[in-house]
């Protein structure tokens, strides 16, 4: 079985990890929806692992004016720079509609994390050149691929 890092433990098809491995290795910026200023919390902790790996990371959090050093916009069209990935650290239910606010800015690819997951959400993409890629994490992706500074 693959190691998927999906929390229902689901075998990942050979083209999945193909987008997968195509996010991960080929992105540099990283706008994260729902990272929190909280270092105890998940999202805050990926997103600090995935800096120390050399991601350029991008906060998208409706409060705060930095997290983890870098400045906080509060929604992805106030993103001045071109985003490779979008990774979504939020509740399932709100996918489709962040998804859809995603596709507004281009990114490669969008990722919802782990137990992030909506078919709903395939339809918002469709016809555009993006990848979705849902509960999966970045994180662990990145470190199977070997990524490192």
């Given at each position: 079985?693959?190691?998927?890092?999906?929390?229902?433990?689901?075998?990942?098809?050979?083209?999945?990890?193909?987008?997968?491995?195509?996010?991960?290795?080929?992105?540099?910026?990283?706008?994260?929806?729902?990272?929190?200023?909280?270092?105890?919390?998940?999202s805050y902790h990926v997103a600090e692992k995935l800096q120390k790996m050399g991601y350029k990371i991008i906060p998208v959090y409706p409060r705060?004016?930095?997290?983890?050093?870098?400045?906080?916009?509060?929604?992805?069209?106030?993103?001045?720079?071109?985003?490779?990935?979008?990774?979504?650290?939020?509740?399932?239910?709100?996918?489709?509609?962040?998804?859809?606010?995603?596709?507004?800015?281009?990114?490669?690819?969008?990722?919802?994390?782990?137990?992030?997951?909506?078919?709903?959400?395939?339809?918002?993409?469709?016809?555009?050149?993006?990848?979705l890629v849902m509960d999966v994490c970045f994180y662990k992706k990145a470190v199977a691929y070997g990524i490192s500074k």
């Open positions: 079985m693959t190691n998927s890092c999906s929390i229902f433990k689901r075998e990942i098809t050979q083209e999945e990890e193909n987008v997968i491995e195509r996010a991960v290795k080929g992105s540099k910026t990283l706008a994260i929806l729902g990272l929190s200023p909280k270092p105890d919390r998940v705060e004016e930095e997290i983890l050093g870098e400045k906080v916009y509060r929604n992805f069209k106030e993103i001045p720079v071109n985003v490779d990935t979008v990774i979504l650290f939020i509740s399932a239910d709100k996918m489709v509609e962040f998804v859809k606010d995603a596709v507004e800015i281009s990114p490669k690819c969008i990722w919802g994390q782990e137990s992030v997951i909506d078919a709903e959400a395939y339809k918002a993409v469709e016809g555009t050149e993006i990848d």
